[in-house]
């Protein structure tokens, strides 16, 4: 079993519709990563969480420390979101990430 | 500054041969990763260094893999005699000494190996 898993593996919708992608992890940790990577490789860090939730924008991010679960939210989705989101974990004591699979999102017009 | 750059963002070699990368991270981050990425997973953790000492080494990095940070600047990349296996991304990220700082990620290295 993977210490990261990432829900759904895949997600196709209509733009304007309102995403949630889960994050799963079985260590304990000192932060969760949600990222961004588009074609051609480049990531973008979205949010570092520890604890609560954060919003930026159109997107929001939970955590839920005591479940080890995570959720990336988008409101009002966009075919620019399209991308794959990534989550990623950071071990309490070690200074590497650990990666989900990631989530392929694609929003249609 | 504009972020961590990678050199080159693609590169195509014959199987046997050497490659060599270069991951130039933010200037004032002391911290630097190397992680590879193959199609459809997430990346893969490879190796970090805190300045210029390499401080973790993943068992991925086999003995055909080196990399280098000599002034804890800039770092590289090797491999030595590439195999068909060692075709994906090799991407690089810095960041901060401090745990609550994020991370910076570069465009990534895009290696096939024919």
């Known amino acids: 079993k993977n210490e990261v898993e990432q829900s759904p593996q895949n997600l196709t919708a209509q733009e304007g519709e309102f995403i949630t992608i889960n994050c799963s992890y079985s260590?304990?940790?000192?932060?969760l990563h949600w990222l961004q990577q588009h074609p051609g490789g480049g990531i973008v860090s979205l949010f570092m969480?520890?604890?609560g939730k954060k919003k930026h924008g159109r997107l929001i991010a939970t955590i839920n420390i005591q479940e080890k679960h995570s959720s990336l939210h988008i409101t009002a989705s966009h075919p620019r979101d399209s991308a794959v989101y990534i989550c990623?974990?950071?071990?309490?004591?070690?200074?590497?990430?650990?990666f989900g699979q990631g989530t392929r999102l694609t929003i249609n017009p | 500054d504009t972020g961590v750059s990678q050199n080159p963002r693609h590169k195509i070699t014959k199987r046997g041969q050497n490659v060599t990368f270069r991951c130039d991270p933010i200037s004032e981050h002391n911290r630097l990763y190397w992680y590879r990425q193959t199609l459809g997973q997430g990346p893969e953790f490879l190796t970090y260094?805190?300045?210029?000492?390499?401080?973790?080494k993943s068992r991925l990095l086999s003995d055909r893999f080196s990399a280098e940070r000599p002034k804890g600047s800039f770092s590289t990349l090797e491999i030595q005699r590439t195999e068909q296996g060692d075709s994906a991304m090799y991407l690089c990220?810095?960041?901060?000494?401090?745990?609550?700082?994020?991370?910076?990620f570069g465009s990534g290295t895009r290696l096939t190996v024919v």
């Open positions: 260094f805190q300045n210029e000492a390499q401080l973790e």
């Open positions: 260590v304990g940790i000192s932060a």
């Open positions: 969480l520890s604890s």
């Open positions: 990220a810095s960041s901060f000494w401090a745990d609550n700082y994020g991370y910076t």
């Open positions: 990623a974990v950071k071990d309490q004591g070690a200074q590497k990430l650990v």
